[in-house]
């Protein structure tokens, strides 16, 4: 199935879903959940036949007079008992499982206790692992007369904008090895990490794969960071991706990097995107990674106590797939300034408006409350709600966020982040940052700032800083001890399981575990050649700011002089040729020409282990004025905030 974008990517593979659930039970996983989400909703599914839809749960059943059910899941061994106990528990004789994970993968998982190569030897993979599973749910359902199908859909992408895009399923997947920072790209096998991780990277891998394939691409692949290295060694050398390699059509330049190479950007507070903003302050959505949930009480009756976690209101969310003016004001969160998102939502209101507020144009300037005052009038007045739900949610949540006490929270921090700058670029072998940092934890609930952001900006500290730049041992030793104290007071805050009991001595522990986490994170650079260095003088000539690794790349690559990107590491499938081609140049004396990234005409950009939706902005926009006519995508695991890529990174 040949796709344009990612955007029709997913768009296509979900209307062969479609053909598939008429008449059926549908049962689908969180990750596959969220991506149809972005495709239509529940709604969709319900509009092409399916007469139910249920979450992937062992508690989830269907009635005895529905015989047909339709499994739409990633196929891990867990969810496969998980399908195992829902058939067993309906009375199905028609079930069809659409498996977004390639075939292959999934048979390879199945016979982990055999040698990879002992298990090619039993046949074609894709087609031994459908036969495998058919079985399974023949057997699951134990009937005489039944029809089972098991078929391949790869359902994995969501499109935020036309050229951003995000993979649920790889929500979790992180640059580790054996859980370990690691930066050297040359020493680093496959056969290094665990089972678990080896399974992760095939999968992402693989997932890759029918991506490019269905997009008629051939990629050069090119990466930062060992996890990247290893992800463009499997998609080198999967049988599959080299037989798509000789009919695509398509050269494309696949650009692979570790997010742990770069921790800058996310761990800064200094965002001006309003999704970002929004991210930070407000609880996800139910089972999703991207979209969050909106509190939904100032249009209804209901008495909501502690939202989103009350029953009564279900909570509302900013992404609208049906309706294109809300996924215009979507994409204004990423990429427009605050100023322009809240004109844009005051513009869309004040049609709907039964207030008669001033109209946008007279005003100088649209706040949060002029924006809440049209909201709450239309509550009670269903008719109008009905025909602008998705406008008012996403209004409901910039509000939220705009006056939440944690954004105050963010603006110190923001504050206190230009501080940091400032000291680490002016101070060098005689910093005292990490004594003004043990202050801050002291007195942080004078200050009204959580441990967990002050451990934000503690990263950010490590991850901005040169190399060449010491700390004082005995700084960091006060740093141990501050960090062990408060650690242990927001024990009950700070750790999501409760279950834990967390002593003083597992405090010191996880006090000293963090700042060796931090040593590494300063280290990952210290690989680089060109990209060490991430402290800058402003433009404006007043203070320093960080110009991170990622975006210095990127505005290399799309430099029209093409300076050496001489931290870009290249996997060749035909070093023989580039051999000859080598020995050629020497018998006469002339210099072989290395790829450029730009030499194809599509340029994927991915980054494993998220992103923040302040940095699309920025390599967007170095694309765009650069001028090259590249198409250029850009895409991740996730979307991250500050804290989240904190709590990914430091052994909490």
Known sequence: MATASVREFGKAWWSEIYNRIIGAVVFIDDASAECLHYEGGVDTLLSAGAVAVKGLSPFEFAKKEQKKAVFITQTTKVQLQTIAEIVRHSDFTHCILISCMSLDMVFLEIHDDKDINTVLAMGEPVLEGMKYLEMKLIQWMAKKQSYVEVVHIPIFTISLTNVVFVTPPFRDLQTFFLGELKSDNTIVDINNLSKQERNEARRFAASLNNMLDSMNLKEDVYYIGAYSAIIGGIL???????????????????????????????TSHGTESVLDKIMSVLPRFPGHCTDVAVDMSPLCQANVINHPDDVQLSPGCLYHSEDESCIQTFEYMINKSQKEVMFDLYNKLSKIDIQKSPSPKSLLKVTPQSVEKIVTATKGNYEVMSKHLGVLQQSLAVVQTLKSPKRVQHELLMS????????????????????????????RKEKELPLENLLVLLMHIYAVRDTEVPFPAEHEAQLIKTLSVALFEDRNSLYKDTTVLMSPEDCDARASCIL??????????????????????????VGHEYRSALQQLVDDMVDTDRPDLVDLDQYRSDKLKTLLRSGLGMLTNRKVKTRHPLDNPTIIIFVIGGITAEECKRLHRSVITSGIDNTVLIGATKLVTPVEAMRDILPL
Do not use: W
């Open 516 to 541: 060796m986490q931090l040593r590494k994170i300063t280290s990952m650079r210290s690989v680089f050649h060109k990209y060490n260095s991430i402290l800058k003088p402003c433009e404006t000539g």
């Open 416 to 443: 206190l982040e230009k501080q940091v700058h400032q000291n680490l670029a002016t101070s060098r072998e005689s910093t005292s940052v990490l004594n003004q940092i043990c202050h801050l934890i002291k007195n």
């Open 236 to 266: 080198e050398h999967y049988p599959i991706s080299i037989q798509r390699r000789k009919n695509c059509l398509h050269p494309a330049s696949l650009i692979l990097i570790d997010r742990t190479m770069d921790l800058c950007s996310v």
